[in-house]
């Protein structure tokens, strides 16, 4: 299994940008998905996270500003980010939690770079 990403890019503050991240493989195989973030000499941290039900949950400071969705026919994870900020510069990744045939395993994407300029 693989987890494909792309969307970053440099944007002015109060700008957006769509992250998307493809995992192969069927969709019933994955639970949870999810966005991470990594900012230079920051611990990386969950931004929001998707079940497989759809029910989302944010961090706190990117509440309200970003919205995670998924698609329902195949694995595909998306992150819309709006009224972006320079403190959400950093390295985001995709994650996602194998049920079924893939129980107990987790997949990490190669990241994708967001630099918000002010």
């Known amino acids: 299994v693989q987890l494909q990403a792309s969307g970053g890019g440099l944007v002015q503050g109060g700008g957006s940008l769509r992250l998307s991240c493809v995992a192969s493989?069927?969709?019933?195989?994955?639970?949870?998905m999810a966005w991470y973030r990594q900012a230079p000499g920051k611990q990386r941290e969950l931004v929001a996270v998707?079940?497989?039900?759809?029910?989302?949950n944010y961090a706190d400071d990117v509440n309200g500003r970003f919205t995670i969705s998924r698609s329902k026919n195949t694995a595909t994870v998306y992150l819309q980010m709006n009224s972006l900020k320079p403190e959400d510069t950093a390295v985001y990744y995709c994650?996602?939690?194998?049920?079924?045939?893939?129980?107990?395993?987790?997949?990490w994407g190669q990241g994708t770079q967001v630099t918000v300029s002010s």
């Open positions: 493989g069927s969709t019933f195989n994955f639970g949870d």
């Open positions: 998707i079940s497989s039900d759809g029910i989302s």
């Open positions: 994650y996602a939690q194998g049920i079924r045939l893939l129980r107990g395993r987790t997949y």
